[in-house]
Structures are given as structure tokens and as C-alpha cells.
């Protein structure tokens, strides 16, 4: 049987892929346990200072399995907002305060709550052929898996309602120019660019790297004396660290700092 979710740690990258290609990587209840489970593994094991999420096959991931959601016409409707108390929300809040650096490159169409679950990301690539699409219309629903959240902030509320509003497929040098992700690259560069990213983040201070996740994510429901008040706390956390040291130490002797994430 196919594991849905394929992980391998190598150099301080973990790199999970979604391994669902014959569905496009949509979510099913299995897929989400094993995600989450990948997740906790990062969380817990210190050899661990990156995370790579792509995706299997041709696409990045299409969002729910709908073939699990067929109705009939007598069916009652189905609680969604559960599903998404369940599964989504829980990922996505995870993700965004895991105290390492995630890197996400969509190998292909990333649409739903697939495109999401990658704007969920701290840092996203993608395939040149590749896109997103905000695809809740095309069905009747709301965007979710942090959509609502993540669009505006990216790339503005006009482009946001435009995106939601016509779920048109937005192709990745698009999605570059305005700012949804950072960077778009060739088919067949894609992930060799995408590891040596996640390797290089992987010798960086990580313990500052996550705490620079914090402030970031932070700063959107906070004033600016709260946001300045936070960045002293965080300072002075990172200032007691050992990676802090090492840097100064590295510096003044001139040479390259060895950090450990420590």
C-alpha cells in the first residue's frame, strides 16, 4: 500500500512530500494524521532544522478529496466547519508556530486548501509550470485553511477578492511578481534550488530563525509599541543563546560561525 506521506532527513532537512499523485495529493483523514505526525517528528527531534513540503507527481495538492464528499440529493449537508476545526486549523496553526524554518516548493498545481496549506509556509517556491488557485467558488464555498488570512496580507485586499472572488488559476512567475511567493524556478531546478535552500537554513542560527517566525507572524495583530515590546523580549532570548555567541565569537575572529540551533 502507498504511504501517502514519504519523509527523509538528510544534512538537518527533513523533507516531506505529499504522496497522493493519482489524486493530486488531496487531503484525506489518513494524509492529514501522517502530515501532522512528520510535523511533531520536527518538532521533537533536534537533528531536524528545516522542513521541505512538496508534493508528489504533477501537482503540489489539490485540496480535499471530494470523492470522499459525493452527495445525493436526499443527503443532509455535511458539517465542513468540522472538518476544518478537525484538521485544517490545527495544521495550519502548527505550522506557522513550529520554531523551524518552513520551505515549500509546489512542483505543481497547488489549489483549495492546497494552495493555502503552502502560503501556510514560511518561504515559498514553486515550478514555473505550477499554480495556485483559490478554488472554494467553483464549489460554493469560502476559502479556508487560512486563505482569508494569508491573501490580503500577501499580496492586498483588491488582488485577494479578485483571486477568491473568480478562483482563476494564478501561474507561479504571477504569483512571484506579486509577492504571494518568493521565487519561481524551471521545472527542472525546482527542487535541486529548493534543497540547498533548506540545507543552508539548516546551518543557520535556528533557534533565531524561529524566533524571528514568532515577531513576523506576530506583527499583524499587534501595535507598534506591542510589536517593539515583543522584539525586546525576543532579543533578549536570542541574546542568551549560544548560536548568539558563536556569531560575535566567529566574527571577531573572522571566520565562518558553526551554529547549532542552539
Not at 26 to 43: Q, V, Y
Not at 190 to 200: D, G, P, S, V
Request: charged letters at 25%.
Amino acid at each position: 500500500m502507498t504511504q501517502p506521506i514519504l519523509t527523509h532527513l538528510d544534512a538537518g532537512v527533513l523533507t516531506i512530500t505529499l504522496n497522493r499523485p493519482d489524486k493530486l495529493n488531496s487531503f484525506n483523514p489518513e494524509m492529514h494524521r501522517l502530515l501532522r505526525a512528520a510535523l511533531d517528528d520536527a518538532a521533537r527531534n533536534p537533528e531536524i532544522r528545516c522542513v521541505l513540503l512538496t508534493g508528489a507527481g504533477r501537482g503540489f495538492c489539490a485540496g480535499q478529496d471530494l470523492s470522499e464528499r459525493e452527495m445525493k440529493e436526499s443527503d443532509k449537508p455535511r458539517d465542513l466547519g468540522a472538518t476544518i476545526e478537525q484538521y485544517y486549523n490545527p495544521l495550519v496553526k502548527f505550522m506557522q508556530a513550529l520554531p523551524l524554518p518552513i520551505v515549500c516548493a509546489v512542483n505543481g498545481v497547488a489549489a483549495g486548501a492546497g494552495a493555502n496549506i503552502a502560503l501556510a509556509c514560511d518561504i515559498v517556491l514553486a515550478a514555473r509550470s505550477a499554480s495556485f488557485l483559490q478554488a472554494f467558488a467553483k464549489i460554493g464555498l469560502v476559502p479556508d485553511s487560512g486563505g482569508t488570512y494569508f491573501l490580503p496580507r500577501l499580496v492586498g485586499t483588491g488582488r485577494a477578492m479578485a483571486l477568491a472572488m473568480l478562483a482563476e488559476k494564478l501561474p507561479a512567475a504571477d504569483a512571484e511578481r506579486m509577492g504571494l511567493i518568493w521565487k519561481a524556478f524551471d521545472d527542472d531546478k525546482l527542487m535541486a534550488e529548493a534543497t540547498a535552500m533548506c540545507r543552508h537554513l539548516a546551518t543557520q542560527p535556528t533557534r533565531a530563525l524561529g524566533l524571528m517566525k514568532q515577531a513576523i507572524y506576530a506583527a499583524g495583530g499587534n501595535s507598534l509599541s506591542a510589536q517593539l515590546d515583543l522584539e525586546r523580549d525576543l532579543q533578549r532570548e536570542a541574546g542568551g543563546s549560544p548560536d548568539y555567541r558563536e556569531g560575535v565569537t566567529a566574527f571577531l575572529e573572522k571566520r565562518k560561525p558553526v551554529f547549532t540551533g542552539r
